[in-house]
């Protein structure tokens, strides 16, 4: 009960009421301006609260993310540009509604019930986190690693070529190699170098792989031009509150669902909420696509609602469920916090500081989601001219800022082009980060399974079938594994 | 439908499929197959991974139509104007350890604007001015980071 108090520990101190508050407001402004996504903004972000207190720390990165997740519905509305992939589907009718001169109004429609799935995001979490977590308590060493695998397998099938989500899960395991071993220091890819025995920090690749690579991308398509929409009414009428509060329900607890499961996160939720409104919504006022209401609440509930649900595997297991819980579980380790089960048996009051920070930063969002909106159209028109160079200086500061070594700039710098090439071509950068913080847990986990199995390769295969919570992962596992092959059935060889 | 492939991707894929090959003979040489718990065997698992992807993706590319010729993959892939940016990012991180931070960001963030933004002289050098005073106070002053100093100027950071 007095660890539940650390809930309102945000609400109280006004300086971290403050850091909520601008984390928040930062996120949305992130989120919205295209080109600059919130996964990249958290990278960035996590490597200068690297020697902050953790409750600050927490406060900045929760109001980040919440605002960043909805700040790209604002550029998708207004410059049909989604600022984040959660906000695809917002812009499909959207757009249309700004066009229609109700630019406003779907801009207030859409903070409502963004705040709205966020609140039932976070119930989930408050209420799922601690069962979840007292199972997963039970887990053994075979287990965790069947959980990497199976992480960073969803979220290296979610770019539709599984070889190239395989190799981007694979490569990023190997960079998290990289130094001496923990268990016998041994040297692994270090080529004798001191440099490289203290391994890669992973913060180093995120920064790479989604400032740098981001920056570069962006440079190619510098000239696109963005057309400006008029902004009247912002504040919705309780008519249409009233109307969409069943439709914004329902995509909420999609959400939820789609966030928690891990290798899938706001904008997969948002297209399946949006999908689904699309079937259930019989007579629309306004066609599908051409500014339908139902269009704009259904993704937006859903893709914040994904938030609280994707805190729950990485909160309970210590599996982040996508791109930025990828970067917030980084953070939490950097913290010295250990995301999984001992997480809310160590250090509860974190738990319900994390659950109180998300809510407080939701009511952040709408006040300032319903507020500025003329300012912000102004700011998010900013040149990409300029926000490209300053995101390279900034990325050299947050590499550099982690331990002071220059040789963190070159790596990042070397991710940025590699990341570049492989966003390029189609490979997801997304799994890489995931094998990098996943990699050494996995490693650890194999080798202490295999000697608990006494080295013995049929014991150790004999024990994931024998148990039932490793059983169960490894059905789950071998199924999507099975479910990228020809076999499947409604899969053919592509040709 | 067969699919075009973009200039210079199965080069790419080449590229990945002997680097997993070298990666693979690296992870060999940790502890070889001293036994299934020694420090080489995951490294191995990844790079063994990385082959049999990207194996898959040289196959799959392989297959596709040609997309593009060597004027198209500069055009596509590596465009004047990125060449150009990287160059300047290279210059910028090999003059930092020579100027120090402050100096070879302001020269960077400067000659990068005005070159991407085509507003004369005058105001990348506002701009610049700006986001460097912004960048100094919060990073330098407010987080308390230490920012990397030149061996020519060290008085400057």
Redesign the interface.
Known sequence: MADMANFFLAWLDPWLLLLTAAGTFAGIYIGAIPGLSVTMAASILIS?TF?WEVNEALALIAGVFVGGVYGGSRTAILLNIPGAPSAIATALDGYPLAKKGLAGEAIGLTTLMSVLGGFIGILALALLAPPISALALSFQSRDYLLLGLIGILLVGTLSG?F??G??A???G??IG?VGL?P??A????TFGTITLMGGIHYVVAMIGFFGVAEA?IQ??Q?DTAAVRQTVSRVIPPWGDVKRYLGLALRSSGIGTIIGALPGTGGDIAALLAYDQARRSTKNPEVPFGEGAKEGLVAPEAANNAAVGGAFIPMLTLGIPGDAVTAVIIGALFIHGLKPGPLLLTDTPHLFWFLVGALTLANIFLLIFGLTGIRVFTKIVEC????L???I???S??GA??IQ?N?AD??WM?AFG?LGY?MK??GYPVAPVIL?VIL?PM??EN??RA??GAR?D?LV?LADFATHPISLVLTVGFLLMLASQTPLWPGRRR?? | MTRTRRAGELWFALALLAFALVALWQAYGIAGFASLSSPGIFPMLAAATMVGASLAVVRATARQAPGGTGRSFLAEVLPARLIMFLAFIAAFLAAMPWLGFMPAAALFLYVAIAALWRRGLVKPALVTALALACIYVTFRLAFQIVLPRGVLIPALL
């Open positions: 200068f020697k070529d070889a190239k395989a190799f899960g694979a490569l395991v190997l190699m071993d268990m016998t041994e040297g692994r890819f570069l440079i190619r510098i040149p990409k001219a300029i490209m160079p300053l390279i200086v900034l050299v500061v550099y800022a002071n220059p700039i070159y710098l082009v090439f390029l071509y094998g990699g996995m490693d194999y080798r295999m000697i080295g390769p150790f592509p040709r």
